[in-house]
């Protein structure tokens, strides 16, 4: 069968998005690859298509027991032949998946990484005259001590070549910074392979950050403004969780608490309660979430800053898979860093320095005056043209700037006169005229030495911070980081682009002239065209009868309601008003199989309505 038959039959989409085309085209030629495509990207089916597409069995190694349950449950819904190994399952469950694997019945398997590694690779082994036509690894930055979820079973995989020559591999994942990326292509044996990079930019997320100074009554009053819609709110202790939540239901939400400390039994029902759309809210510790697939997330809350932009990222990015209108918000106090800098003491001092370069970027980008989304995605190498994104809270209120053009010019000349390279902090110290034993008497010898000493060491600080927001000087990541001039800082030192600063709070060293603002009060997202018109048709009779049908459907069945049919098929329904199976199957999300399952119960609810 044609791809865009298997397409339309099974998942029911007319096509593919563009980011996915190219992926699957390289691995259907059986190449192997590295895929950093932005959660809710859809990078699951860059290996699931192409599963049914060729002939053999295709082997995903997926993190967690809840992850796979929920894939191989979606996967069997569209009619896929799918099955999962873990810990999870019974010894009789086993051999019934093994017996599927013997007769070519399965074309796509999900196992944890330790039970690739469990007795000596005694799967592989098994697995090695069974047809693999490919591995895929999700959730890949998992193999690397750089990255923020690092697993050591993880680093087991790089045997995977030893037991299955020549069979490609496909590292997948939505978050991995350039030192990430690189220590997942060596484990992996990828080196010289494909890396597909997409953007990471999320345009449904509205991205802000708040003082926090009541946090219960500031979180309430935000929830209460998002009437039914779904969340996650995090929190930094397990205490904390169950007192939000307690707070929450209190104020008649439905609200649960998840952390660690539950029995394995208690998360897998407040999980599955959550999904199933029985809880609204659901208040954790990052414990949670990494394991959850639920596409209609309208908000994402974090009551404390996140230890890197990595896990802001990930965390943020559980809003809006369904590609609706979503939020982002941060309620932020300075003394969060303080508190996450002392879990650190106990590591090494590499480690530990690395984890607070990443920490202190997460605190700049809480800082920020200037575009959030642009600090986001430059944090992972990515520029974006615009200095305004027109949906974060910096960007919906106009700024009062000011022309930081000469001051831009003193840091870059600075930078360029140094012999190697050095942090911002004694970038400025030079300019400041610094009597410090950390400045060179080479270096109190530049002509650029104290010629900024109309700027505080502070405000010097903020304005480096702006400079590399905006792409005018780039600064590295890692244990060290440093700051370099890029094409940006050259035609600013020529006199041949202007730069923009945002005026900034006045610091308590700055002199009286130092750039200084008030911040305005933030702004909401705007909200597209798109958006209001979904809205509306959520708000139907219609759309509630065919949500309650859906969710009676799933409880039915034991299945979350977004796999019998997502919030964005329920509002095609609504438009589209579909009389007979014929013309069910030209709604997005209806496939043959959904269709011949579902069909039926949705377009009597549309029959009885019309």
């Known amino acids: ?201 999320r345009p449904n997320i509205h991205y802000s950050v708040r003082p926090r100074k009541k946090e219960k009554e500031q979180l309430l009053s935000y929830v209460q403004a998002q009437g039914n819609a779904t969340g996650i709110v995090y929190c930094l202790s397990r205490k904390k969780t169950e007192e939000i939540a307690q707070h929450l239901e209190e104020n008649g939400f439905r609200a649960t608490y998840y952390h660690a400390g539950l029995t394995a039994q208690e998360r897998e029902e407040r999980q599955g309660a959550f999904k199933n759309d029985d809880i609204q809210i659901i208040v954790a510790t990052i414990a949670f979430g990494m394991g959850i697939d639920k596409p209609n997330v309208r908000f994402v809350v974090h009551l404390n800053l996140p230890k890197n932009m990595e896990s802001y990222y990930q965390e943020t990015g559980r809003a809006g898979r369904d590609g609706e209108e979503s939020e982002a918000v941060l309620f932020y106090k300075s003394a969060d860093f303080s508190l996450l800098a002392g879990f650190f003491e106990n590591e090494s001092e590499d480690q530990k320095n690395l984890l607070l370069n990443k920490l202190r970027r997460m605190g700049d980008f809480a800082d920020a005056y200037t575009c959030r989304r642009k600090i986001l995605l430059q944090y992972f190498n990515e520029n974006r043209a615009s200095d305004s994104c027109g949906k974060c809270d910096n960007c919906d209120t106009p700024q009062r700037s000011w022309d930081g053009t000469e001051t831009a010019q003193k840091l870059f000349s600075t930078l360029a006169r140094l012999q190697y390279d050095y942090g911002l902090a004694h970038s400025v110290s030079i300019l400041r005229g610094s009597k410090s034993k950390k400045v060179t008497a080479a270096q109190q010898q530049l002509s650029t030495y104290g010629i900024g000493k109309e700027h505080s060491q502070s405000d010097w600080m903020e304005i480096g911070k702006q400079l590399i927001q905006l792409g005018f000087v ?103 008003l579909p009389t007979d199976s014929k013309s069910l199957l030209d709604v997005h999300g209806f496939g043959k199989v959904k269709a011949k399952r579902f069909g039926e119960d949705f377009l009597e609810v549309i029959r009885d309505n019309s």
């Open 1 to 201: 069968m044609q791809q865009s038959a298997i397409l339309k039959d099974i998942w029911g989409f007319d096509g593919l998005r563009p980011s996915q085309e190219p992926i699957i085209k390289h691995v259907l030629e059986n190449k192997s690859a590295l895929v950093l495509l932005p959660t809710g990207g859809g990078k699951s089916l860059c290996y699931q298509l192409p599963a049914m597409l060729q002939e053999g069995l295709t082997v995903v190694v997926s993190p967690l027991i809840a992850l796979m349950k929920d894939q191989v449950d979606d996967l069997r819904t569209h009619g896929v032949a799918a099955a999962f190994l873990n810990s999870s399952i019974s010894a009789e469950e086993t051999r019934a998946v093994a017996r599927q694997i013997n007769e070519n019945e399965l074309k796509l398997l999900y196992v944890s990484p330790e039970r690739i590694a469990a007795n000596d690779f005694q799967l592989l082994q098994w697995l090695q005259d069974k047809h693999v036509n490919r591995v895929a690894i999700d959730e890949a930055h998992c193999i690397s001590a750089w990255g923020h979820n690092f697993r050591p079973e993880y680093t087991q995989l790089n045997r995977l070549g030893e037991f299955l020559p020549g069979v490609p591999i496909l590292a997948l994942t939505a978050t991995a910074d350039e030192a990430t990326k690189e220590d997942i292509m060596n484990q992996l044996n990828l080196v010289g392979e494909r890396v597909f990079l997409n953007s990471f930019d």
């Open 474 to 576: 780039e600064q590295s990541i890692g244990q060290y980081p440093v700051i370099r001039l890029n094409q940006r800082s050259w035609q600013v030192l020529r006199g041949e682009e202007r730069v923009e600063l945002v005026q900034f709070e006045a610091r308590p060293d700055a002199p009286a002239d130092a750039p200084s603002r008030s911040r305005s009060t933030r702004g909401r997202k705007s909200t597209s065209a798109d958006a209001a018109a979904s809205a509306k048709i959520k708000g139907t009779p219609l759309f509630e009868k065919l949500r309650t049908k859906r969710l009676e459907l799933s409880r039915k069945l034991g299945l979350p309601s977004f796999m019998i049919l997502s919030d964005k098929t329920l509002v095609a329904l609504c438009e589209a």
